[in-house]
């Protein structure tokens, strides 16, 4: 089994910054790890992805300002989310592809954090 612990959510004013981290527990083989966000009253979007090899992309909204980055050896993705705008209000997800021996490959959700950007 494997467990998402997202952290970095908050509170700040347009134009600020904010970085979010999910770190991934169990004995596995993490491949594609995204995050996704939520906004109030909307469905669940993709943000940005990022392969095993490190290959990224991105949604439309986000590009040139949010930047998806990975470190393997500490089971973690992070999201670097620069020049923040009130649209980018949501709850933030993550989500990671990862291979166990028990489970084989599937999909894994984080909890959620927010991120709440005030005008």
């Known amino acids: 089994q494997v467990q998402l612990v997202e952290s970095g959510g908050g509170l700040v004013q347009a134009g600020e910054s904010l970085r979010l981290s999910c770190v991934a527990s169990?004995?596995?083989?993490?491949?594609?790890m995204s995050w996704f966000r939520q906004p109030p009253g909307k469905e669940r979007e993709l943000v940005a992805d990022i392969t095993k090899v490190g290959t990224t992309a991105y949604g439309n909204s986000v590009k040139g300002r949010f930047t998806i980055s990975r470190d393997d050896a500490k089971n973690t993705v992070f999201l670097q989310m620069n020049a923040l705008r009130p649209e980018d209000t949501a709850v933030y997800y993550c989500?990671?592809?990862?291979?166990?021996?028990?489970?084989?490959?599937?999909?894994?959700w984080g909890q959620g954090t927010q991120v709440t950007v005030s005008s």
């Open positions: 989500r990671v592809n990862a291979y166990t021996l028990t489970t084989g490959s599937q999909y894994y």
């Open positions: 169990g004995h596995t083989s993490l491949n594609t």
